[in-house]
């Protein structure tokens, strides 16, 4: 792809990035990474411990520079954080001082947008995240799943294009976090963002996205990437179909052998 051509979603091209460890030594997180998410997808990103799945999704959000290859969205070539891209992070991140409506309106803020629309707007995702009753309460007097929730609407009222969610549902029950996971695929329904998901749970990932990234232990690769294209309505029998435990199984033994190779290198 050259330069001036034009992005529908995100388009990564050979990104390679490393960083200093304590000691002084150089640690190479990334290698070499390409990688096509079309707009208005769901992909997700699995690997072992440490094989920089994190780290790929700070450099598509601007959060960490780019000097080798390069990150492009709609808007051009990724230099740093932009409007365009919101994230939800596995710790909530929220204002503890600010009440779950301040909390969404200050993502509202972030576009300029003030008065009653303001309030309008907060309202609307408060709602759409079942957050409707909990307007002013802080998030202390949130349960943890209550505190995701704020989060991502405070992420959704800034309208970002794109979604990046590192692990959100990680701290979580398995209760909660089933449910969570029903509530972002309807969101994801209606607003068609383009969404890259961060986790650790094959499950989950194969649930969830359209599409699936296996990542090589460190340094980071692309391993495989795979369609998953499961009818994922709300369905609690999905979890015990055959084909969805059949894919579950083939990624997580693509896992755990990018696992295993970790730790013989860790060991040796």
Known sequence: MSASAAVDGIAIEHLSFAYRSRTGAEVRALDDVSLAVP???FHALLGP???????????????LPVTV?????????????????????????LFPWKTVRQ???????????????????????????HLTGFEESFP???????????????????????LLMDEPFGALDAQTRRIMQEELLAIWRQTRK??????????????LADTISVMSARPGRIRQTIAAGFNRDSDPGIFKRPAFTEL??????????????????YAA
């Open 39 to 41: 707009a208005a997808s």
């Open 49 to 63: 411990s440490g094989c920089g799945k994190s780290t790929l999704l700070y450099c598509i959000g601007g959060f």
């Open 69 to 93: 290859g390069s990150v492009r969205t709609a808007q051009g070539m990724v230099a740093g954080p932009g409007p365009e891209r919101g994230v939800v992070f596995q710790n909530f991140a």
């Open 103 to 129: 909390n969404v309106l200050y993502g509202i803020g972030k576009r300029g947008t003030k008065g009653e629309e303001a309030r309008q707007r907060a309202q609307h995702f408060i709602d759409l995240v």
């Open 140 to 162: 202390s007097q949130l349960s943890g799943g209550m505190q995701q929730r704020a989060a991502l609407a405070r992420t959704l009222a800034a309208d970002p294009d794109i």
């Open 194 to 207: 383009t969404v890259v998901f961060v986790t650790h749970d094959v499950a989950e990932a194969v649930y």
């Open 248 to 265: 579950v199984e083939q990624i997580w033994e693509m896992v755990r052998a990018e696992v295993d190779q970790a730790r013989g290198a």
